[in-house]
């Protein structure tokens, strides 16, 4: 009923910036919240922003004052604007739809994300 598509991820050198979509089709209006995670080489899965269908946004505390997440409703489109980037920030980038009434989101595939010299 919900798709979830990343795109993006590339090779950025420390200190450059990238942005993220992540596109949203079927039935988008039971999505309350888009969020994004990332899973570091070896690591497990983590938070890193949210927003929700009025706006609130949320933030990891290793990504505040670095990272923006926005929502384009008009594409289905939620963003996520990353600046500012370090080596650490490398990783598998996934978004999240979460539907009202579910204890369960659905994932996109992932971008890649590599931040190197």
């Known amino acids: 009923q919900v798709q979830v598509v990343e795109s993006g991820g590339s090779l950025v050198q420390p200190g450059g910036s990238l942005t993220l979509s992540c596109t949203i089709s079927?039935?988008?209006?039971?999505?309350?919240?888009v969020g994004w995670y990332r899973q570091p080489p070896g690591t497990g899965r983590e938070f890193v922003a949210e927003?929700?269908?009025?706006?609130?946004?949320s933030y990891a505390e290793s990504v505040k004052g670095r990272f923006t997440i926005s929502r384009d409703s008009a594409k289905n489109t939620v963003y996520l604007r990353m600046t500012s980037l370090k080596p650490e920030d490398t990783a598998v980038y996934l978004c999240?739809?979460?539907?009202?009434?579910?204890?369960?989101?659905?994932w996109g595939q992932g971008t890649q994300v590599t931040v190197s010299s």
């Open positions: 079927g039935d988008v209006f039971s999505i309350r919240a």
């Open positions: 999240n739809a979460e539907p009202y009434g579910q204890n369960f989101g659905y």
């Open positions: 927003v929700t269908n009025t706006d609130v946004t």
